[in-house]
């Protein structure tokens, strides 16, 4: 069964600061990976998505994502974070018609 | 702009009600999704549906059942409320593509007391 890991719960972090987020996934099929955003009291928002190709994709919002097939990662990264990224972000994957999220990383960034 | 939209923002049910929770998308989706998010734990698949009157057991089923009736509509059932069902329900759909992004509603916060 395709499972997504998430290994930080919860991150805080001063602005300006740079931010990974790790995810490793488990599925050896066709990798269809995304980052998405929730932000307080809003619905999901997509940041990134990864299908093929170069595996450097960027998002929104000054995000981007590395995915490492050797290491069946897909970490999120940006160099310098801000207040307004204070969220949760989940890493999901797609594949056989089914969509498998992370537990979800809360992020908090302290002004 | 609207895509996928869930019929209540919040709903509070008494232990032993049956509970619906309506999602309808307006994109032609064949895929289509009821997830439950709590603390820690993310989100969960209830369950899912590929097509018209076709349902697949996500990863917690055990006390939910869904109908697709139609391609634009999934709703999902409480047969028999319980409080540990009390939770946020997400729905999502997709193309059958694999270069596809999903789209969700802004969810349901069901309390069951």
């Known amino acids: 069964a395709q499972s997504v890991s998430q290994h930080n719960h919860h991150v805080i972090l001063s602005e300006a600061a740079s931010l990974e987020l790790g995810c490793n996934y488990s599925?050896?099929?066709?990798?269809?990976l995304f980052w998405y955003v929730q932000y307080p009291g809003q619905h999901l928002q997509l940041l990134l998505k990864?299908?093929?190709?170069?595996?450097l994709v960027k998002g929104i919002k000054g995000f981007e994502a590395e995915f490492i097939k050797s290491k069946f990662s897909f970490n999120l990264r940006k160099p310098s974070v801000q207040w307004s990224d204070t969220a949760e972000y989940f890493c999901?994957?797609?594949?056989?018609?089914?969509?498998?999220f992370g537990t979800g990383t809360r992020l908090t960034i302290i002004p | 702009d609207v895509k996928v939209t869930q019929s209540s923002r919040y709903l509070v049910k008494r232990t032993g009600e049956k509970v619906f929770l309506e999602c309808v998308q307006d994109m032609d989706h064949e895929n289509m999704f009821w997830y439950r998010q709590d603390p820690g734990l993310g989100l969960r698949l209830i369950y899912f549906?590929?097509?018209?009157?076709?349902?697949e057991k996500g990863d917690i089923p055990e006390g939910y059942s869904v109908s697709r009736e139609k391609k634009e509509r999934f709703s999902l059932i409480l047969e028999s409320a319980s409080t540990n069902q009390t939770s946020m329900y997400l729905c999502?759909?997709?193309?059958?593509?694999?270069?596809?992004?999903?789209?969700f509603g802004q969810g349901t916060r069901l309390t069951v007391v």
């Open positions: 999901v994957h797609f594949g056989n018609e089914k969509l498998t």
């Open positions: 599925y050896g099929g066709t990798v269809n």
């Open positions: 990864y299908f093929s190709g170069d595996p």
């Open positions: 549906s590929y097509d018209v009157k076709m349902k």
């Open positions: 999502a759909s997709t193309a059958p593509s694999m270069n596809t992004e999903a789209f």
